[in-house]
Nanobody, 115 residues
Framework: QVQLQESGGGLVQAGGSLRLSCAVS????????MGWYRQAPGKQRELVAT???????DYADSVKGRFVISRDNTKKTAYLQMGSLQPEDTAVYYC?????????WGQGTQVTVSS
């Protein structure tokens, strides 16, 4: 069973920064896509950023220029560096990975941005 361990969430003031991490529990070599999604209260889960094994990235328009996704394939870990955080970034952030044709989700980590 593949498990994802997320960390790095918390409370930050507007304009601040946080870095999220997502580590895959097993020694797997075919992690195609690693990504971050978020879900704010009363809203649908939405894509934040993804990165393929080849390094191609995709970002939501709302985070472009503020968030940066990266991954360390040797550590099987994805990161989300979040800067210039705003209250509207408050949400539970979920990590998702695709291994071959199967997708796995993390439990989520809360990010709260105070004004």
């Amino acid at each position: 069973q593949v498990q994802l361990q997320e960390s790095g969430g918390g409370l930050v003031q507007a304009g601040g920064s946080l870095r999220l991490s997502c580590a895959v529990s097993r020694n797997i070599f075919n992690i195609n896509i690693m990504g971050w999604y978020r879900q704010a209260p009363g809203k649908q889960r939405e894509l934040v950023a993804t990165m393929t094994s080849g390094g191609t990235t995709d970002y939501a328009d709302s985070v472009k220029g503020r968030f940066v996704i990266s991954r360390d394939n040797t550590k099987k870990t994805a990161y989300l560096q979040m800067g210039s955080l705003q209250p509207e970034d408050t949400a539970v952030y979920y990590c998702k990975v695709r291994i071959l044709a199967v997708e796995y989700w993390g439990q989520g980590t809360q990010v709260t941005v105070s004004s």
